[in-house]
């Protein structure tokens, strides 16, 4: 069903659900970085105390993070923005390009190939995190030098994410305008146009 942009000029971007499903998912993983600097982080620990509420908090909040993902599965526009999120496009390519050369032509879709990365880069970093988080909570579901792997790669990809959600609040914090989409669910069609040409917001897909 066409989506066209409104007499003000602006342009429907995301759904109810999807802004939801951001924002808690969002929260979620906020509370998961918090709560583990709180537990490696001595000054931290130190400060707030409670270790035996804070992994509690730690543990359940990361169990939790893929499920308003898979709630987000019942919404028609979700799955249709998760089918753009995993399709990468000749002009994605371009887009790659472009910003190794530091060009602004930059084509793309209603995402961008960045956005893209970031996304598949996150989802799977996440399910190794629960995967990891799993092994070292039920210590009888694996041998002691699977756990100690487990541990390793579940601190080191914690900082590594940490690292990425910064370097993604900071792009954002540089893009008012996508921040209103996410807030708002509608975008100026300008904006649109500059930054995403090759998304036909009129249509149902690209």
Known sequence: MPRPADTSGRVP???PAERWIHRVTGAL???CLVTAACLYYPPLSELVGRRRLVVTVHEW???????PVLLGLASRAFRADLSR???FA?????WLRAVRRRSYR??????NAGQKLYASWTAGAVLVMIGTGLLMWFTHLAPLVWRTGATFVHDWLTLALAVVIVGHIRMAMNDPE???GLRTGSVDETWAAREHPNWEPYRDSE
């Open 13 to 15: 971007r995301f759904t």
């Open 29 to 31: 993983m906020l509370v």
């Open 61 to 67: 909040c990361g169990l939790a993070l893929p499920v």
């Open 85 to 87: 999120l995993n399709r």
């Open 90 to 94: 000749p002009y994605d390519r371009e």
């Open 106 to 111: 930059r084509p793309a879709g209603k995402f």
């Open 178 to 180: 996508s921040r209103r």
